[in-house]
C-alpha cells in the first residue's frame, strides 16, 4: 500500500494504534510507541482523537512515588458493534445465521433461522430488528453461498438473492457499513488467521453434499483474500467442468468414496499449481482421517512430496463460516488497508 496523503497517514497510525491496544488487555503509551514505531508525539495526538471518539478508555494510571504516573488505555469492547448475516442451504432449507459482536469480534448472541423462501425483503427486516435492539451496531456483513462483484450478488445458491440491492438500502436507512462477500472467502479468511503460524498462501476447499450447490474455495495469497477481476476466483466447479466433469457428475461423485477422494485430490492438485499454498483446509461430505490418507496418496502420485501442502480436515463449515463473517467485517471498518 502506498500512502499519499495526510489523511491516509493518519488513517494507518490510528490502525497500527488500534491493533497494538487490542492486543493487550492494558497498555501505556510507552507501549504503544514501542510497538508501532511510532513517536511519542504521534501517540499522543491519536491516542487523545481516540479517547474522544470513545474508541478506547483511559483505566487507570502506574507509577509510583517517583516521577509523573503514565497513563493506561485499554480498548472499548463495545465501541462498535457488528452483525454478521450468514445465508446457506442446508438439507434442501434456506437459513440465515445472525450473530452479533462487539469489537473484538466477540459474539454476544446468534439465532438461526430456517425459511422457505430468504431474499432481500427478509434480511433487511432482520437487520432492522437487530439494530432496533442494538444501537452499537456500526457494521453489517452479509455471506452467500455466491460470488459477488461491488456489493452485487452475480450468482448464488439461493436465487431469490442474485441482484438484489441489499447493501444500498441497508446503507441508506441505517447509516452504517455493509459488506457482502462469498461464505468460502469468509471461511478461509477465518482459517487463515486461525492458524498457529500465519502461511503466506493459503486455501480452503469445501465439498457440500447439498444438490444445490458445488465444490468451492477460498483463496489467501500473501496473506490477502484472493478474489480475481470478477470475483470468480475460487469457483473450482468450473475448473471441474473444463475437465469434463460436469454438474451432474459432481453430484455422483459425491455418493462414491473412491471416486470422491480421487477428486477432492484433483481439486487440491489444481490450487496447489495455481497459488500454490503451504496449507490446504478440506471440509464438507462427511471427509474424515481415512479419506485425508488416501488423499494424500493420491497427491502424491502426481505432484512431488515437496510440493504438495499440507492438508488438514475441519467440518466445522459453519462455525467458521459465521466466525469469519464477523471478523472480516470488523476487519473492513478498524482495519481497512488489511483487507
Do not use: W
Not at 29 to 37: Q, S
Not at 120 to 146: F, N, S, W, Y
Not at 228 to 246: D, P, Y
Amino acid at each position: 500500500m502506498v500512502v499519499s496523503t495526510a489523511i491516509e497517514i493518519r488513517r494507518l497510525n490510528k490502525e497500527r494504534i488500534r491493533n497494538a491496544i487490542q492486543r493487550y488487555e492494558k497498555c501505556t503509551k510507552a507501549d504503544i510507541a514501542r510497538e508501532t514505531a511510532l513517536s511519542m508525539a504521534t501517540c499522543s495526538t491519536t491516542l487523545n482523537e481516540m479517547l474522544e471518539s470513545g474508541e478506547i478508555l483511559k483505566v487507570e494510571q502506574t507509577g509510583f512515588n517517583i516521577g509523573r504516573p503514565a497513563d493506561v488505555f485499554t480498548y472499548n469492547a463495545d465501541y462498535m458493534h457488528i452483525l454478521g448475516l450468514c445465508t446457506a442451504v442446508q438439507n434442501g432449507r434456506n437459513m440465515v445465521k445472525y450473530a452479533i459482536a462487539d469489537a473484538f469480534g466477540r459474539i454476544l448472541t446468534h439465532e438461526t433461522i430456517r425459511v422457505d423462501r430468504l431474499d432481500d425483503t427478509l434480511l433487511e427486516a432482520l437487520a432492522h430488528e437487530c439494530m432496533k435492539q442494538d444501537a452499537r451496531i456500526q457494521a453489517v456483513g452479509l455471506g452467500v453461498p455466491g460470488y459477488v462483484q461491488n456489493s452485487d450478488i452475480k450468482d448464488c445458491d439461493i436465487s431469490t438473492l442474485i441482484g438484489t440491492n441489499f447493501a444500498e438500502r441497508i446503507q441508506e436507512k441505517h447509516h452504517v457499513k455493509v459488506m457482502i462477500e462469498n461464505d468460502m472467502n469468509l471461511i478461509a479468511y477465518q482459517l487463515f488467521h486461525e492458524c498457529p503460524e500465519k502461511h503466506a498462501n493459503f486455501a480452503a476447499i469445501y465439498f457440500p453434499r447439498e444438490p444445490e450447490a458445488f465444490v468451492g474455495a477460498g483463496l489467501i495469497v500473501e496473506g490477502r483474500l484472493l478474489k480475481g477481476s470478477s470475483m470468480l476466483a475460487g469457483e473450482l466447479h468450473h475448473v471441474a467442468r473444463a475437465f469434463g466433469i460436469s454438474y451432474e457428475e459432481q453430484r455422483k461423485i459425491m455418493q462414491n468414496r473412491e471416486s470422491f477422494c480421487r477428486f477432492v485430490a484433483q481439486m487440491v492438485l489444481v490450487v496447489a499449481c495455481t497459488v500454490n499454498p503451504s496449507q490446504v483446509t478440506i471440509m464438507g461430505n462427511g471427509l474424515d482421517e481415512n479419506d485425508l490418507r488416501t488423499i494424500c496418496s493420491r497427491c502424491l502420485e502426481t505432484m512431488p512430496a515437496a510440493n504438495v501442502p499440507s492438508i488438514r480436515i475441519d467440518n466445522d463449515v459453519f462455525g467458521n463460516y459465521i466466525e469469519g463473517l464477523v471478523r472480516f467485517t470488523r476487519d473492513s471498518v478498524l482495519y481497512p488497508t488489511l483487507i
